[in-house]
T-cell receptor, first 111, second 112 residues
Framework: ETGVTQSPTHLIKTRGQQVTLRCSSQSGHNTVSWYQQALGQGPQFIFQYYREEENGRGNFPPRFSGLQFPNYSSELNVNALELDDSALYLC??????????FGSGTRLTVV | GQQLNQSPQSMFIQEGEDVSMNCTSSSIFNTWLWYKQDPGEGPVLLIALYKAGELTSNGRLTAQFGITRKDSFLNISASIPSDVGIYFCAGVQRGAGNKLTFGGGTRVLVKP
């Protein structure tokens, strides 16, 4: 059983640029969530997708958007990057409630 | 911002010691989860609690879902070096789907 894999592992972008982060869910998992984890803090919920539709969103602006594909892989897109967007971005998938499996994350640095 | 308050923020352990940490909130949560995060990795689920008053163990770990549904506790018995890491509590509220609200974490370090 494969786990959750995220790519890339590290990324450096310039302020104002756009970025796409990718997540491959654990086999059989149809729900995926994305979290932002700033240094020294707990993860913050960005949004969740279930069967290719967004069904929950945290307190993040519209420039944070996502997609879930038929194979349940997912993307997180961030437009107009700001310095404060520098963080670890975590993807988590589940087949049932709460049993989320997290990936190792993508470390995004905005300069 | 964070709705869950974890304490202590950090702690030093000596091998063999028991350690405790807790998580409190002003809001009610219907599910409490405890995760451990090692450097460069994502959080790994340790224990899940689904009912008020529930006490659940996973090896040397024991966690409790507070009666008021506003707090939870995690105990680690007979700590070993690999217990070092950051422990997060997370809660799920009714009507919030599967959204996890995380605490700020408790950093467990080894005494020099």
């Amino acid at each position: 059983e494969t786990g959750v894999t995220q790519s890339p592992t590290h990324l450096i972008k310039t302020r104002g640029q756009q970025v796409t982060l990718r997540c491959s869910s654990q086999s059989g998992h149809n729900t995926v969530s994305w979290y932002q984890q700033a240094l020294g803090q707990g993860p913050q919920f960005i949004f969740q997708y279930y069967r290719e539709e967004e069904n929950g969103r945290g307190n993040f602006p519209p420039r944070f958007s996502g997609l879930q594909f038929p194979n349940y892989s997912s993307e997180l897109n961030v437009n107009a990057l700001e310095l404060d967007d520098s963080a670890l971005y975590l993807c988590a998938s589940t087949r049932d409630s709460y049993g989320y499996t997290f990936g190792s994350g993508t470390r995004l640095t905005v300069v | 911002g964070q709705q869950l308050n974890q304490s202590p923020q950090s702690m030093f352990i000596q091998e063999g010691e028991d350690v405790s940490m807790n998580c409190t909130s002003s809001s009610i949560f219907n599910t409490w989860l405890w995760y451990k995060q090692d450097p460069g990795e994502g959080p790994v689920l340790l224990i899940a609690l689904y009912k008020a008053g529930e006490l659940t163990s996973n090896g040397r770990l024991t966690a409790q879902f507070g009666i008021t549904r506003k707090d939870s506790f995690l105990n680690i018995s007979a700590s070993i070096p690999s217990d070092v890491g950051i422990y997060f509590c997370a809660g799920v509220q009714r009507g919030a789907g599967n959204k996890l609200t995380f605490g700020g974490g408790t950093r467990v370090l080894v005494k020099p």
